[in-house]
Structures are given as structure tokens and as C-alpha cells.
């Protein structure tokens, strides 16, 4: 067993993921459920975006997007992916990589819901990731979906969520004299159990 105490301590993942994130909250400037998904295209050509994290759950993390987005696409297609979250005001980082599935239910339409009206529109206006001709345009169809669509709109079936429940999460923390500390949790499917490595810097 790995040396784990601090910052790293305790037996579950998800619950030392949400600590950090707790922490991040209070001194983070911006967004600090940011995090860089990374996904591959059809012809194994590597993707990055920049993504708000929406919930850590018991076993995944999870996160909202349009369903036809290249992001979706690649998500779907591969049906895995990767993410790291990064905060400079705390100088550590969590990496999780893992198997993808949607989350288009229930849960999709409270957070949906819980959003301002503004992106709730926004999500029905935006063909995301597809060519725009101008700002213009896009603000026009944004008024064209108020008028339609109202003040309470229902979420759009092209938008939702997607559950990264990972095979491999890493946290890492900055140390002196670039001697970072690093544990990687791993477990070869879903319903095992975990091992834990502290690896070298």
C-alpha cells in the first residue's frame, strides 16, 4: 500500500476529487470545475476542450453538452475519454480517464432546469460547433427562440450530458524542488476494486 495521508488520504477516489474541489472553490478565480476533456475522432486524431464539470458523482464525473456537437461525435464514436483539472491557486491536478455513457434523463432535465434562462435558450439557439456566417446570426436565432420557445423552455433533445465513470484516476500535487507527489488509482473495469501507486514525479 501506497503512503497516502494529507491531502491524499482516505479509500475513496470520488470523495478526495470533491475535497479538492471544495478547496478550489475558495481560491480559484474562475470556473475551477474547469476541466480539459480530450477525446479522438474517427480517425484517431487527438481532440482538447475546455469544460465546466457539472457533478462529481459516488462512481463518475459528469458533464453537459450538445448532442451534435464534434465533441458529442467523438464521445459517442470512441466511447471513452480523458480529463484533467488543474488549479493554479492550489498548484494540483486531477486526471481521470475512463468509459463514456449519457446521461439523458431525469438528472439532464433538472440540471438543465437549474441553468439561467439565457443558456437555456442559448442550448436551443446554438448549432454547436457547425460554421456560423456572422454574430449577427446567431443573435438572430437567439431572438427567434425567445419568441418561440418562451421562458420556460423545455431542454432541447439535442443537448444533455455525458458520465465519465473512470478506470483510472490520478491526483497530483506540486513539491518542492519539482519532487511532485503523485498517487494514480486503477482498476481494469468498473465493478473492480481499486489499486493505488504513488509514481514517481
Known sequence: MSDRSGIFAGEDPFAIARSWLSEAEESEINDPNAIALSTVDAGGLPNCRMVLLKEIEDAAFVFYTNYESAKAQELDGAGKAAFVMHWKSLRRQV?????????????????????????????????????????????????????????????????????????????????????????VWRRETPEALWTVDRLCP
Open 95 to 183: 486526471r481521470a480517464r475512463g468509459i463514456i455513457t449519457r446521461e439523458n434523463g431525469p438528472q439532464a432535465d433538472e440540471y438543465y432546469k437549474s441553468r439561467s434562462l439565457k443558456s437555456r435558450l442559448g442550448a436551443w439557439a446554438s448549432a454547436q460547433s457547425r460554421p456560423l456566417s456572422s454574430r449577427g446570426a446567431l443573435m438572430a436565432e437567439v431572438a427567434k427562440v425567445t419568441a418561440t420557445k418562451g421562458s420556460n423552455p423545455d431542454r432541447p433533445p439535442f443537448w444533455g450530458g455525458y458520465r465519465l465513470t473512470p478506470l483510472e484516476i490520478e491526483f497530483w500535487a506540486d513539491g518542492a524542488f519539482r519532487l511532485h507527489d503523485r498517487f
